[in-house]
């Protein structure tokens, strides 16, 4: 199974605007379900080293602080419900915008929050990457 799911992230012409477009919202969207399953193997294949994952309340967390706080379950992501999201591309960059509602515990606290997010996605070498995403609360 983690060739198949690791497939959506390799493989593809950076050139090719259209399909990058797609393959980075797909992407999206699973990465999402793999935070919610633990993944973990799946998800690690496609967040770039040098990853900045900033959180609504300004936490921030590296590729490697990202994985440690989902594998000992100090964040556990419980839902997301992705309400809208629209990609924009440039070159071999992708910008990914959305909104939804995210159901986490946070050091076994409950949080149901609603946020506006932005996540940037990179083609190189025929191989997507996640490289940062930022998120802001909605009220």
């Not at 839902?79 to 946070?106: M, Y």
Request: hydrophobic share 40%; net charge neutral.
């Amino acid at each position: 199974m983690l060739i198949f799911q690791y497939s959506w992230a390799q493989d593809i012409s950076c050139k090719d605007l259209t399909a990058l477009k797609q393959k980075a919202l797909s992407l999206h969207h699973l990465k999402y379900g793999w935070m919610k399953s633990g993944t973990l193997d799946s998800l690690t294949l496609i967040l770039d080293d040098d990853l900045k994952y900033i959180h609504s309340n300004g936490w921030e967390e590296t590729k490697e602080e990202m994985m440690s706080n989902l594998q000992s379950k100090k964040l556990i992501y419980h839902d997301i419900i992705v309400e809208s999201c629209a990609a924009r591309v440039f070159d071999n960059v992708v910008i990914i915008t959305g909104q939804g509602i995210f159901k986490v515990s946070l050091d076994n606290t409950y949080l149901e929050i609603k946020l506006k997010y932005s996540e940037t996605y990179t083609c190189l070498n025929g191989e997507i990457r996640l490289i940062n995403r930022h998120a802001n609360k909605l009220n």
